[in-house]
């Protein structure tokens, strides 16, 4: 690679350490620590001089390819002492070390996006390029997120924006006067502002839902229901604060409508399968449903993509894996774990701050709540 010479206090750094001392995302002080060393990889690659702002998808995606091949604890290993990144990826192709995880490498990734956020924050780039540089775990069912273009063709689909019919899923893709808005419509919408598991919130109680200091909340946990409730695992029982953009597509007011109705159940019409896999049928159909309007071919999209698009959303937003984990029911230290576990202020005003920094440049969603109150169409809920 081509070394560039940064002005005085333009290298990459020198410019970290002003990050660092700002810690506009409050990050740990050991995790910021990781991130130096992380950071320090990719300086090793492009040179120590080279012009902060001059960090681009071409030098990420160099660096990225480096990592893919970098072994583990390189910089502990005797056999790559006194060598560049590019040099021990070179000697291992010899020696045969294990290279480093698809997490780790996300791990790299995630520390210089976070610090990519803030230099473009504060006018040294552009844009991020380390946005969509993430790599997918490998697994034996492949999940990618939603792009911004693909959930737009989603979103004024006739699922979305009235169909045929919703007594079954050939209707869907049918363009019609019938607005589905049961748990069909408000699990996707949910998962895009949440990160929530579709079970999660397919179970949720009406009473799930409530105020906490003056912030609407949902209560995940595997309470109630007669014991028919369940989460994956002790970190997934959480509180997590009602996105601001599922107020405007009005979420509280279809919670006011199942409270005023006298259900217990906020989706009475979810179901599970004969294996008691919450909404797994609708699930199903959903992926089917993607096909059918073109989105889909193969494996990659479902609904779970709403949950790994929030993953890249925090990303985006300038935050480490591990200050939003725990929103989305991974292991942390800050969870809600028995009983309604009420959160001290302090803390539940961190979980709104983050839950509102979800976002999805250039998603148009208006044309979802100009429906609502559309006096011809024939609403469909629970």
């Known amino acids: 690679m081509t070394r560039e010479t940064a002005a005085p ?3 990459i750094m020198e410019v970290f350490a002003i990050y660092e001392r700002e810690n506009p995302k409050n990050i740990k002080a050991d995790t910021l620590a990781q991130a130096r060393r992380d950071i320090g990889t990719f300086v090793d690659y492009v040179g120590s001089t080279y012009p902060v702002h001059r960090i681009d998808k071409k030098a990420v995606r160099e660096w990225k390819a480096l990592l893919l091949n970098y072994p583990v604890k390189a910089t502990e290993t005797k056999a790559f002492e006194g060598m560049k990144i590019a040099q021990i990826v070179k000697h291992n192709e010899k020696i045969g070390k294990p290279t480093i995880s698809t997490n780790t490498v996300n791990r790299y990734l995630s520390g210089l996006g976070a610090f990519c956020t803030w230099l473009k924050d504060n006018g040294y780039l552009d844009s991020n390029p380390v946005t969509e540089m993430f790599l997918t775990k490998k697994k034996d069912k492949v999940v990618f997120p939603f792009k911004v273009d693909q959930m737009n063709t989603l979103f004024k689909s006739p699922f979305f924006t009235g169909c045929q019919s919703d007594d079954a899923p050939r209707f869907w893709s049918k363009p019609g006067n019938v607005l589905i808005r049961d748990h069909r419509y408000w699990v996707p ?4 502002y949440s990160g929530a598991r579709p079970a999660e919130i397919a179970q949720l109680a009406v009473s799930d839902v409530r105020q906490e200091h003056g912030h609407w909340v949902m209560h995940i946990t595997d309470e109630g229901d007669g014991g028919n409730k369940s989460v994956k695992n002790e970190e997934s029982m959480r509180l997590v604060p009602v996105h601001n953009e599922l107020v405007k597509l009005g979420f509280l007011e279809y919670h006011a409508d199942m409270k005023k109705a006298g259900e217990d159940r906020l989706f009475p019409l979810a179901g599970r399968n004969s294996r008691g896999q919450m909404i797994a049928d609708f699930s199903r159909d959903f992926g089917r449903y993607l096909t059918k309007i073109g989105l889909k071919s193969g ?7 709403f949950r790994h698009g929030v ?3 925090y990303r985006r937003a300038g935050y480490l894996d591990e200050q939003f984990n725990f929103m989305l029911g ?13 959160l001290p202020q302090g803390i539940l005003e961190q979980r709104v701050e983050l839950v509102n920094a979800i976002a ?3 998603l148009k969603l208006d044309h979802l709540r100009d429906k609502r109150e559309s006096p011809e169409a024939r609403v469909a809920t629970g």
């Open 9 to 11: 206090g333009e290298r």
């Open 189 to 192: 919408l949910i998962m895009l």
């Open 299 to 305: 494996r990659g999209l479902s609904l779970y993509s």
């Open 311 to 313: 993953f890249d959303a």
């Open 330 to 342: 991974h292991a942390s230290g800050n969870k809600v774990t028995g009983g309604y576990g009420i």
């Open 360 to 362: 999805y440049p250039d």
